[in-house]
């Protein structure tokens, strides 16, 4: 069982760039 998420961080720097960014999955990485 996961913990709940209690506290909320900072978005990372490059957030805004990935936001509504079709067929991002395509460009992650493991």
Do not use: Q, S
Request: net charge negative.
């Amino acid at each position: 069982i996961w913990p709940n998420i209690t506290e909320r961080k900072d978005a990372l720097p490059d957030a805004e760039e990935w936001d509504g960014k079709p067929g991002k999955i395509a460009d992650l990485e493991r």
